[in-house]
């Protein structure tokens, strides 16, 4: 034993309290800078949070200060036009109320059935996990890749032209990996004594699936969605890419429509030297704001609905 590790007796001193021994003191000393490392980190990402809060503040002080006076009635019942008091949102809100409201769909029943797939049904196996492993590879592809892939697919080969379908067909592929991803996560973590407890009953696998496992990771599952959507609804390359125009004067009727999008005619106000045009830009980024947090608002409220009846 060496001499640092010779435990020191107490002593009394002259104010009778007994001094601490060497170990207690090293002890101290250890605990005193893990606190400091723990207060240190603590601060440097209280940090890294405010200085994110503080530039997302800002920004959105400046859209709303250039923009809040031009969202007007007219800006919604006027189409796109090269005088800024005559030009509105018409057609790129009502396009992207298209192309958003077949994406949805699509993803959802694509997504969420490729994730039981995998999960339930497919067999674990080398093929199975190279599937996994490209699926979860495509989530982190630039989306300019899926528009390319959708001018190739949708465009040209099945003849959809630059139509809402071809659109929405395009945004699906691109968001499709982060559904599956997420879904299978919400799925894998139902607890298997659930579904042996459904089969011992005498219900068939699907129904197992379908009143048990489905009600069970349907928050996980929309929180996916919620994420897919966030991403798709502020997309331009793809759609760029498969012919999406900047300036229509019609609003969509049909799927097989033309279309333009609101970050499209975003980019196109801003690309113009007139400073009425960056105000009409800043009035298109408040209002794509307020379609994506209604959008999420809903499912964030689907999503906790669930989590109760659980």
Do not use: C
């Amino acid at each position: 034993m060496s001499a640092e590790e010779v435990v020191i007796h107490h002593q009394e001193g002259e104010s009778g309290s007994p001094t601490l021994s060497l170990v207690e003191k090293r002890e101290r000393s250890h605990f005193g800078f893990r606190r400091w490392k723990n207060r240190l980190a603590h601060g440097l990402f209280l940090i890294s949070t405010m200085i994110g809060v503080i530039v997302l503040g800002a920004l959105l002080w400046n859209v709303v200060k250039d923009g809040w006076a031009w969202v007007t009635p007219t800006f919604f019942n006027n189409f796109a036009s090269r005088l800024p008091e005559q030009a509105g949102i018409k057609a790129a809100f009502w396009g992207t109320i298209w192309v958003i409201g077949l994406t949805v769909p699509l993803t959802f029943i694509f997504g969420v059935g490729t994730a039981i797939y995998l999960e339930e049904y497919a067999r674990k196996n080398r093929f199975t996990r190279f599937i996994q492993l490209n699926i979860s590879n495509l989530a982190g592809v630039p989306s300019i890749v899926f528009g390319i892939l959708g001018l190739t697919l949708f465009v040209r080969l099945m003849g959809l032209g630059k139509t809402v379908l071809a659109g929405s067909l395009t945004m699906t592929l691109l968001v499709l990996p982060i559904v599956i991803v997420a879904a299978r996560e919400a799925i894998s973590s139902v607890p298997n004594n659930l579904r042996l407890a459904s089969l011992a009953m005498g219900a068939t696998q699907w129904q197992t699936i379908r009143r048990v496992v489905l009600p069970y990771s349907m928050p996980g599952i929309l929180t996916g969605v919620i994420l897919a959507l966030s991403r798709a609804i502020g997309e331009t390359a793809p759609l760029i890419m498969i012919g999406a125009v900047s300036f229509i004067a019609f609003t969509p009727g049909y799927a097989l429509d033309a279309f333009t999008v609101m970050p499209i005619q975003i980019y196109s106000w801003v690309s113009l030297p007139q400073p009425a045009f960056q105000h009409l830009a800043a009035a298109g980024i408040l209002v794509l704001l307020a379609m994506l947090l209604s959008m999420n608002a809903f499912a964030v409220f689907l999503r906790n609905r669930f989590s109760k009846d659980k």
